[in-house]
């Protein structure tokens, strides 16, 4: 990225997601680092099948009462959205550009129509079943005429969304983008992941040799992206910059991932690359660690593939063991969470870490933070279909 005219960094963030959830980014972060596990047992968000599910539910409270799963979704993506507008202390956005990532933004809709049909009480409009819907409402409400895009790319949709908005400020379409992601618990997406075994029945332990699958979460987070010229100009502050980002498929399976991290590997090469970086240069990565035996396996692989020997080295955390995985919303949270961690010279665990693998056998900070020098980080996410992608952030 040193060719490219502008460097693209970032000057606010917003964050909401089932960890003191309206809190504001500070609690979010102490209470990440002191290990707090915001997944509870907790009944589907439609259908009674009296049966209580391990998932990472917002906190109803904040809400009106019986909230539907699309309000629920605009709710909590206008609050983080405005929270890093907030944040960068930006008055004047009106040429900006938005970029979001969601899986569920329109089966949530279909999930209601479909019910409420069963009960001839159907309320809800096919317009809101389009996956740009969120998009659209955040741009009108915003008033945001710059490059407005939706992308859904599985569980990587937060990390493209941030990787192609700093793509768009690199090729100078224009000096702001608002980028991140959203979405919130859905019984399709529940019962599906079940049918597939993927579910934990007790605690996630990311690279644990017990784990036993990943529970499902919800949140939304956005970051405010600039040239570093825009930022500069307007004496804005920064939290870092975007070094390198890269998107790559495993072209291998509509659900599994590619058991040595093809995929994977290829775009952590790619986006490191961008700056001429050496492996050992990389201070932290926030993985992907989804808790699931054959995911966690691929990404170790993925990680001894590109660092080699520096890859014992390096600390590695899954925040999913706290924060279940939010689809979409998860690739944008890894990625705040990397910005918070060079900030804060301070690295958040990975949970429920009770005993080692031996095939997976790196730093993946076990159960307690740790004070550290963060220069560099970069975050890691997978998706089914095969969609792999890296975003790599460092000081200014």
């Not at 895009?149 to 090729?171: E, F, L, Y």
């Not at 332990?205 to 949140?219: I, T, V």
């Amino acid at each position: 990225m040193k060719s490219l005219k502008d460097a693209v960094v970032i000057t606010g963030i917003g964050i909401i997601t089932p960890l003191k959830p309206f809190g504001g980014v500070n609690e979010f972060w102490n209470s990440l680092c002191s290990g707090e596990d915001a997944i509870k047992r907790t009944s589907l968000p439609l259908l009674d099948m009296d049966r209580k599910w391990l998932m990472a539910g917002i906190d109803q409270s904040r809400f009106q009462n019986n909230i539907s799963s699309e309000n629920k979704l605009q709710c909590i993506a206008e609050e983080a959205l405005c929270m890093a507008i907030k944040d960068a202390n930006l008055t004047e956005y009106r040429n900006a550009g938005l970029s979001l990532g969601t899986v569920l933004g329109n089966v949530l809709a279909k999930e209601k129509r479909l019910i409420e049909s069963k009960r001839q009480k159907s309320k809800c409009g096919n317009e809101r079943e389009s996956l740009s819907h969120i998009t659209t409402s955040l741009a009108v409400k915003h008033n945001l005429n710059g490059p407005t895009i939706t992308i859904s790319t599985a569980c990587t949709s937060g990390t493209d969304a941030i990787g192609i908005a700093a793509r768009k400020i690199m090729n100078g379409k224009t000096s702001i983008m608002f980028a991140g992601g959203v979405d919130v618990l859905s019984d399709f997406a529940i019962l599906g992941f079940h049918v597939l075994q993927a579910l934990t029945e007790e605690k996630v332990r990311p690279f644990d040799k017990n784990r036993s699958g990943l529970a499902l979460g919800e949140g939304a987070a956005f970051m405010v992206l600039e040239s570093e010229k825009h930022a500069i100009h307007r004496q804005a502050k920064i939290y870092g910059k975007v070094m390198g980002y890269a998107s790559r498929s495993d072209a291998n399976h509509l659900t599994g991932p590619h058991r040595e991290g093809r995929g994977l590997a290829d775009a952590i090469k790619q986006a490191i690359s961008e700056y001429n970086l050496e492996p050992h240069e990389i201070d932290y990565i926030n993985a992907h660690g989804t808790g699931t035996v054959y995911n966690d396996l691929m990404e170790t692989k993925a990680i001894k593939k590109v660092f080699g020997k520096a890859a014992h080295d390096i600390p590695i955390s899954s925040t999913k063991s706290m924060l279940g995985h939010s689809f979409g919303a998860s690739g944008a949270v890894e990625a705040i969470c990397c910005l918070l961690s060079m900030k804060n010279k301070r690295v958040p665990p990975t949970i429920n870490f009770r005993e080692k693998d031996p095939e997976c056998d790196l730093d993946y900070v076990p159960n307690v933070s740790r004070h550290h020098d963060v220069n560099t980080a970069i975050s890691l996410s997978a998706g089914f279909g095969g969609q792999n992608a890296a975003i790599l952030f460092g000081q200014t």
